[in-house]
């Protein structure tokens, strides 16, 4: 049993998951992070986790298909508002990512779980400087629909970790490190500074998430016997609804723990579709 100092991860990542509170889970997400560093944390579990399927999210944002979404431009103070709402929400549901990861798969070594602890830890003050960041525009988190696409992959994947990884870390998340120095470059050119700020911080941060990733992802396949290059191009095959989309930030991919095969692939599907 775990002395009176202890808090059990998975009891933490259960009362993230399905309590629709957003302040309560950055305060809760935080303060996972400081039990972390005060080696107060446990890593039992003495139980099943919950349907992916009854995961509880705050009222607002009103969520809706990609395919749904107004398309708006960052022309405009309210494009800006737009793209930097649509950007918060990406983060806010990595919170929801990082956290289902860790209680979702269990078994596995402690590693796994203070990796993906120190993720959500981050996700969660990125969020908290977007939000902040919307005020400029007199807006705040949840004031406009946000896309349901990132959660659907999870729910498509919660039976299976390398499918996880594969999708969310290594597909999804990792468009971000292929697009965002263009989009720094953007605000960068219009002059605004503190929104590169951000932008850096979470770039920067980013590469470390997807690089995590990676490393799981290949330690796990070699761990099962399988080949990490091929299952994983298996798996982006079997679960992502069409190709990813390119180019590819090459350098900053190899970075992250892609392999050059890797993203000779995803350069190659590209032309051979």
Known sequence: MPSEKQHILFGL??????RGDLDGLLE???????????????FNSDDDPKPISHTVFPDRPILMMPKDMPRRGTETLAGQGAFFHALAHIEFVAIYLAW??????????????????????EEATHF???RQHLQQFNADYGDLPAHS??????????????????????CMEARGLD??????????????QAAVAILQRIYEDEIGHVER?????????EQAGLDPEVHYKNMLLGFYKGKPKGPFNREVRLKAGFTAGEIDWLEDSLTTG
């Open 100 to 121: 289902d990861i860790i209680y979702r798969f269990r078994g596995l070594p402690a590693q796994f779980y203070i990796d993906w602890l120190i993720i959500a830890d």
């Open 13 to 18: 990542a259960e009362s993230c998951l399905f």
């Open 179 to 192: 697009v965002t120095p263009g989009v720094m470059a953007k605000f960068a050119a219009s002059g605004d």
């Open 213 to 221: 990733g990676s490393f799981w992802f290949n330690t796990l396949a």
């Open 149 to 170: 696409g990132l959660w659907w992959h999870a729910r498509e994947t919660e039976h299976d970790i390398l499918a996880r990884l594969a999708i969310v870390p290594r």
């Open 28 to 42: 809760q997400t935080h303060q996972a992070r400081r039990y972390l560093d005060l080696k107060q944390l446990c």
């Open 128 to 130: 908290e400087m977007l």
